[in-house]
């Protein structure tokens, strides 16, 4: 087992590699200069230069990428450009927010998400099918913006019952955001278990104990429940994410002070250690819970072979 | 089940038919391509006729949709649209499953170091979410329809890449394309003849519900700056342009927001349909 | 914690019935922007340097109309030929740390920016030297007259911050600014909020506000929402979009303010055929700006009357530009384009620009010209732009949408950087390539002496000049919208977008 780790935690390697290497091309490759972006839509022509040098963009291009590669070897992200503050720090603080929010996501669509996927499965081509399948699409089907500035309108400007955007630390502030960024999710999770129900359904354990006396209801719960679950765990880390670029947009739409919005700030100013990082970032959790995702699986299921 | 009717499409439509909520958005969906080829003849006005004074006017008789900040019509504006966000979906899917497919079929077929090459460079790409690869390419290819096309299509690749090379890698095995094998099917035709069919139930699948996943996020990127230039009628384009009047003239987000809505709805249970029909899981 | 109350609030359903669950003089201000720096040496953007002059203060400030007035200096005096400059210095007023402020404060301020090390070291490129008379008195020497100099003083790039916090952090005064103000800084959270309170000893009198709490909310809607809903007591910009809500809630205030933010179409006026005067003529008939102002503007906006806004020093009215199809379609003929040219429309992706470049778009076709538009975000933008070259092989003709704001307040910022010859780009922002001899000229003229009678006779000429030579299509001057709770006082924009919470106060 802990070999099986330690072999997969080396195989992440050269994908995290491929990635630095992708990370700065792209950063580089956006048309505009971060100079002119940090000195201001007024600033003359020797701040711009000045800041050029301070910033190290007067270097050749294969000189900034080693440094950059040099120093991530040894951990260093480097500097914001925009406010003089380590990339590290800047991610460290935007990190929680971001977590909890997608986290919190992560459970509406699965308590949803498993629901609608059950009923419907156990419904199977009744009322009750029909209706859980069509809410939970509806959730794949809005564009997460829109959703999300219906539901402020609806829930924090007239009925008030929840703030409208922001984040300082209160439960009410996750819940708007968080289910917007479940939505999407929620869906996908509705299918899985729903085929994955209708699988274990149709095992032949599943009979037996029907056949045997036992509870409809126990039946359910006790025996296809459990192992329809297990698909499931695998798409929390699929869609996990998904859910963190899903806060790109959702960060925007309620000012939540995440990795998200951060992203689309720096994109806008072309804070290049700052994207440089966060994708790097991005895609180490995206190879990292999938990595989890296997190890989980196998718990569940000791018979997985572990190539 | 009735033995001498067992035709695959019949099988399949016996199946499909079940599926009732699949059946309406079928219906739905030939009746939207429909208004998208005769957009032209259907729409009230012109898509792009422009009237100051009418500026913002809410749905009447004379627009049924109301209007936009413009005075333009929006009705005809969200029916032109279709055209437009239905080529953006089609295609950019169409490009990512053509392409996804032919590297998944490769990577399962060959394996060895064109497999590792294939699934690793997939790898890198699911390790990006979706929209933010998205934005990069856009970012860097700048807005604009086709960039928006080329970004969907990138990170729709690799999903298809995967479902076919894990049917490819099953298929490899199976009886009868070792049969073929034996009696000397040349590796293009084996690949393209024997097992390419046997993925495609599940291309097909995946292919539906990706139209509307690629809607929404030609649609997240026109939230984001990055998207349709105007005056193109896309309705992701005119959702993000209407948020800004959400609470004063709601009607101008609500029906774009409720075309996307549908169609994207409409192309999932469509989607959830062929797969009960095609998925030999699902009875 | 601030909000300590709320979950209680919450959890009764109370939001919308106390919208002041946060302390009874604790204001929440919600902004577009985010804090980039907290260095006033070292910022460029006007949100950032709004909050540091509530902590800092510099030498000369300006009032709610932009015009220079003494601050931290009781006055100043200046030789004839704009080359020295004499400041007399205020006694007795003391850095939140405790430091006196004196001649040593302030050299040891203008000497940090005079290494050029900062984003704002180009406001003391003038300087030749700082001389310290006495205790109280400095003098500015220059290399060469600079008459806008008392305008650089001003300029919030010019706080001065406590020469002890200076040494204690160095650069790392950014996260730790020690200034005069009437507030005291207290934390920034970067990416989330900057919180500053109360300066118990403020030389100019009580401070009424415990604390300001500045919060980035970058979605508008979201913005007006958090106001509406009791979150923030403050909110700039006022999305004018949403205004007909905003009215209708008896809760809100809007407060409008003239800016000095001057909206104009920028044009290659080195080809072919926008280089024809009549036809840059033509366009600026065809346009209407008035249906520009109010739909894509929201009505906040008023239409431009001369080169520069009428908030800025030396302003002089040209009057409106009129709204002429006929005469339009008249002068494209006369120029020998009956039947129009094709160009490309570019413009910054926020909102409002691109509603603004899309009715541009709309109006132009009225007189042939027609093209794509290509909106972008704002650093491809400017790298847009930049790439047009004065000396392009195969130049493209392209109208772009321009703004902006001089952060001085004086003419000569607004001017010189974006239609004096020197200023091509690189170099500057002339990205039209607009070039006449008499303009420089004049330019020149107004730089040359710090008396205002004289500069104020060279802007007018000026303005007068290069009114007619049509270098611009003219739209419109920006008026700041702000809306907030309406028992909030003394918060107000100014009028280069930054704003004033000197005397914030929520009264009961």
């Known amino acids: ?307 | 089940m009735d033995q001498q009717t067992i035709t695959p499409f019949g099988l399949f439509w016996h199946k499909f038919k079940q599926r009732k909520t699949a059946l309406v958005a079928g219906v739905f969906l030939v009746l939207l391509i429909a208004t998208a080829i005769l957009a032209p003849y259907v729409a009230p006005y012109d898509p792009f006729a422009i009237d100051y004074n009418l500026s913002m006017m809410p749905p009447s008789p004379e627009h049924l949709a109301g209007t936009d900040v413009y005075g333009r019509d929006i009705l005809s504006r969200i029916i032109h649209g279709s055209r437009i966000s239905l080529t953006v979906g089609f295609t950019s899917v169409l490009v990512g499953a053509v392409v996804g497919v032919t590297l998944g079929l490769i990577s399962g077929f060959f394996g060895g170091i064109l497999d590792g090459l294939i699934m690793r460079t997939s790898d890198v790409l699911f390790a990006f979410p979706g929209i933010l690869l998205a934005i990069a390419i856009v970012a860097i290819l700048g807005p604009g329809l086709v960039n928006v096309v080329v970004a969907v299509s990138v990170f729709s690749m690799p999903t298809f890449a995967r479902i076919v090379r894990g049917s490819t890698l099953s298929l490899k095995e199976s009886l009868y394309v070792r049969a073929a094998q034996s009696v000397g099917a040349s590796r293009r035709r084996l690949m393209f003849v024997h097992i390419l069919p046997g993925t495609l139930s599940g291309v097909i699948v995946y292919f539906t519900m990706r139209i509307g996943t690629s809607i929404i996020t030609a649609a997240s990127l026109s939230f984001l700056g990055l998207g349709a230039q105007p005056p193109t009628p896309e309705w992701g384009a005119m959702l993000a342009e209407s948020r800004d009047y959400i609470g004063v003239a709601d009607h101008m987000t609500i029906f774009p927001g409720i075309a996307i809505f549908l169609t994207v709805l409409f192309f999932n249970l469509f989607g959830d349909g062929l797969r009960a029909a095609l998925d030999p899981k699902i009875k | 914690m601030l909000f300590k109350k709320a979950s209680l609030l919450f959890a009764a359903g109370l939001m919308l019935a106390s919208p002041a669950y946060a302390g009874p003089n604790d204001i929440i201000y919600a902004s577009e922007s985010t804090t980039k720096s907290l260095d006033p040496h070292d910022t460029s953007d006007t949100y950032s340097g709004a909050i540091e002059r509530a902590i800092c203060q510099g030498l000369m400030g300006f009032d709610e109309n932009l015009s220079v007035v003494p601050l931290l200096a009781e006055g100043y005096t200046f030789n004839d030929t704009a080359t020295e400059f004499t400041f007399t210095l205020r006694k007795g007023i003391k850095f939140h740390d405790s430091t006196d402020f004196n001649a040593e404060a302030v050299r040891v301020n203008i000497a940090r920016m005079m290494t050029g090390k900062y984003k704002r070291s180009s406001l003391m490129k003038p300087v030749k030297e700082l001389q310290v008379i006495d205790d109280y008195t400095v003098r500015f020497i220059l290399n060469e007259p600079f008459g806008a100099f008392v305008n650089a003083i001003a300029h919030p790039g010019s706080l001065i911050l406590s020469p002890k916090a200076i040494a204690e952090y160095g650069d790392e005064v950014s996260k730790h600014p020690v200034g005069t103000g009437p507030f005291i800084f207290e934390e920034w959270v970067s990416g989330d909020h900057v919180k500053i309170r109360k300066n118990p000893d403020y030389w100019r009198g009580e401070v009424k506000a415990d604390s300001i709490t500045f919060r980035p909310v970058p979605e508008s809607g979201s913005r007006l929402a958090m106001l509406r809903a009791g979150q923030a007591h403050y909110i700039y910009p006022m999305p004018a979009e949403l205004l007909k809500v905003a009215e209708s809630d008896p809760k809100i205030e809007i407060i409008s303010k003239p800016s000095i933010i001057e909206r104009y179409l920028v044009m290659n006026t080195q080809y072919k055929p926008l280089s024809d005067v009549r036809v840059r003529q033509a366009i600026n008939y065809a346009l209407n700006k008035q249906a520009i102002i109010r739909i894509a503007w929201g009505g906040a906006a008023t239409e431009a009357d001369s080169i520069i806004p009428e908030n800025l020093q030396f302003y002089s009215k040209q009057g409106v530009w009129p709204y002429d199809l006929a005469k339009a379609k008249e002068l494209m003929k006369e120029a020998g384009y009956e039947n129009g040219f094709k160009v490309v429309f570019l413009t910054p992706n926020a909102s409002n620009r691109l509603r603004a470049t899309e009715m541009v778009q709309q109006q132009l076709k009225e007189i042939g010209i027609t093209g794509d538009l290509e909106s972008m975000d704002v650093a491809s933008f400017y790298n847009k732009l930049e790439g047009h070259k004065v000396d392009d092989a195969t130049p493209v003709p392209f109208i772009a949408f321009g703004g902006w704001s001089a952060s001085t307040g004086d003419a000569d910022w607004g001017i010189r950087p974006l239609l004096a010859t020197e200023a091509y780009p690189p170099s500057m922002s002339n990205f039209g390539f607009f070039s006449s001899p008499e303009v420089d000229e004049l330019v020149q003229a107004g730089l040359a002496s710090a008396d205002n009678s004289i500069r104020g006779e060279a802007y007018r000429k000026l303005q007068e000049k290069i009114w007619p030579m049509a270098p611009w299509g003219y739209l419109h001057v920006d008026t700041l919208m702000a809306a907030k709770v309406k028992n909030l006082k003394g918060v107000y924009p100014l009028p280069d977008g930054a704003f004033s919470v000197e005397s914030a106060e929520l009264t009961q």
Not at chain 1, 51 to 60: A, E, N, S, T
Not at chain 1, 219 to 231: D, E, G, Q, S, T
């Open chain 1, 1 to 307: 087992m802990i070999r099986f780790f330690l072999k997969r935690c080396l195989s992440m390697i050269p994908v995290l590699f491929v990635v630095s290497i992708l990370a700065f091309a792209f950063v580089h490759l956006l048309p505009g200069d971060p100079a002119r972006m940090m000195a201001g839509q007024d600033a003359d022509p020797a701040t711009i230069e000045l800041l050029r040098q301070q910033l190290g963009l007067d270097r050749p291009l294969p000189v900034q990428y080693l440094r950059y590669i040099g120093n991530l070897c040894t951990g260093d992200l480097g500097m914001s450009l925009r406010t003089q503050i380590p990339v590290f720090d800047e991610i460290a603080l935007r990190y929680m927010p971001t977590m909890l929010l997608a986290m919190t996501g992560m459970a509406w669509s699965v308590i949803f998400g498993v629901f609608f996927g059950a009923v419907a499965a156990i419904y199977s081509g009744k009322w009750q099918d029909y209706l859980a399948m069509f809410v939970s699409v509806s959730g794949i089907s809005v564009p997460q913006f829109w959703l999300g500035l219906l539901l402020i309108q609806l829930f924090a400007v007239y009925l008030g019952w929840f703030p409208v955007a922001g984040y300082t630390g209160k439960a009410s502030e996750l819940v708007l955001p968080s289910i917007t960024l479940g939505a999407t999710v929620a869906a996908i999770m509705a299918r899985f278990t729903l085929s994955a129900f209708l699988d274990v359904l149709s095992e032949e354990y599943i009979s037996t104990a029907r056949a045997k006396g036992v509870a409809e209801r126990l039946v359910m719960w006790k025996h296809a429940f459990r192992n329809a679950l297990i698909p499931v765990v695998t798409m929390i880390g699929l869609q996990f994410g998904f859910l963190l670029g899903g806060s790109v947009v959702v960060e925007t739409v309620f000012a939540w002070p995440g990795l998200g919005r951060y992203m689309i700030e720096a994109v806008a100013v072309r804070d290049y250690p700052v994207l440089q990082a966060l994708l790097l970032l991005y895609s180490f959790h995206f190879v990292f819970i999938n990595l989890l995702v296997d190890m989980v699986y196998a718990l569940i299921n000791p018979e997985i072979r572990y190539e």
